[in-house]
């Protein structure tokens, strides 16, 4: 069972950024791919980001793309992501997943899932 555990979080300005950082209890190579998640209050979860284990493929929800990256460190079993130029629509609970075999829009209940880390958007 691998635990995954969010931190980075917290409260920014419309314009600024925060780095969300997601560590892994252990060896994450045989994960299919790591993804960041969202929801807000009266939404579905969304796909924010991902980025695959073998070759790092990336890709990123059309609302966050150009704003947000996604980065991986895989020395420490850890995924990454920058958020730049935050807008009060991206308030919303980030959670970080490992995909076991695939990544879907809502992502799957079998997969490894954090608690969650509250991103609010607000001047």
């Known amino acids: 069972q691998v635990r995954i555990e969010e931190s980075g979080g917290g409260l920014v300005q419309p314009g600024g950024s925060l780095r969300l950082s997601c560590a892994a209890s252990e060896d994450i190579s045989s994960i299919y791919a790591m993804a960041w998640y969202r929801q807000a209050p009266g939404n579905q979860r969304e796909l924010v980001a991902y980025i695959t284990t073998r070759v790092s493929s990336i890709n990123y929800a059309d609302s966050v793309r150009g704003r947000f990256t996604i980065s991986r460190d895989n020395a420490k079993n850890t995924v990454y992501l920058q958020m730049n130029s935050l807008k009060p629509e991206d308030t919303a609970v980030y959670y970080c997943?490992?995909?076991?075999?695939?990544?879907?829009?809502?992502?799957?209940?079998?997969?490894?899932w954090g608690q969650g880390t509250q991103v609010t958007v607000s001047s």
């Open positions: 997943n490992a995909a076991r075999t695939v990544v879907t829009r809502r992502g799957l209940e079998s997969d490894y």
